[in-house]
Each structure stands twice: as C-alpha cells, then as structure tokens.
C-alpha cells in the first residue's frame, strides 16, 4: 500500500512517498518509492505494551482523521541479533490513514514517560 507523508519522518526530510508491506503478525516494512537503500522495519507498539498518546489536532487535519478514519500505528525498530536486543523508538510514532493513504511521524513529549531506543526484551514476558 502507498502513502503520501504529509509530515517529515525526521532525519528523512526528503523521503515523501512510501509503500507499506507486512511481514508478519508484528513487523511491517516500510520502504521510500524515492530511494530504493531506505526502508525502515516498523512494529506494532499495541502488541509490546500499554501505549497511549494523543494524535495533535494539526496532523489529524493534514491526515484528515475523523471518528470514521482507519488508523494505523507503527513504531521504527532496529533489528539486533538475537531479535530480543532489537530496540523501538517509542517516542516518534508514524500514524498512517489507510482511508486517505496519508501518513506522518509524530514525535511524543518527553512527558510520555516512552523512550527512543527502548530494548524489546524489556516486554517479552519470561
């Protein structure tokens, strides 16, 4: 599926169109339609933790979220081996709407209480 990002992914200001491909029940990769060497490999935040933010109303605007938009969230993870050493940037969440194909980055307060390089075995239950 395309996107059009209406907010810049930061550090990846020109990266304005993507495709966004599942790879399994938890990763999904998302990949730059610009430049064929940037792809980011992005995870559902819901099936790691309690994760909770408000989406600011100026980027619900430009994605043209209402109460019938069909939202996704995905947060960036860099793989590690063993996949237990990955890490997940909490703090800057990319929000896509599938109704209108458009997507941004969100970057969170410090307040959230999330980190930007958060390991994944902190929430693997033992």
Do not use: W
Not at 6 to 25: A, N, Q, R
Not at 48 to 59: N, Q
Not at 81 to 100: K, R
Request: net charge negative.
């Amino acid at each position: 599926m395309k996107f059009d990002i209406c907010l810049p992914i930061l550090g990846f200001e020109d990266v304005k169109e993507v495709t966004l491909e599942k790879i399994d029940d938890i990763f999904m990769k998302m990949q730059s339609l610009s430049d064929k060497h940037i792809s980011f490999t992005l995870i559902d935040p819901f099936i790691l933790r309690e994760y909770d933010f408000e989406i600011p109303s100026k980027t619900q605007e430009l994605l043209e979220i209402d109460e019938k938009s069909n939202i996704i969230v995905l947060n960036i993870v860099l793989i590690q081996t063993p996949i237990e050493n990955s890490v997940v940037n909490f703090i800057g969440p990319l929000v896509f709407n599938t109704n209108n194909n458009k997507a941004a980055q969100i970057i969170l307060t410090e307040s959230a209480n999330y980190g930007v390089a958060e390991q994944i075995s902190t929430f693997l239950k033992k």
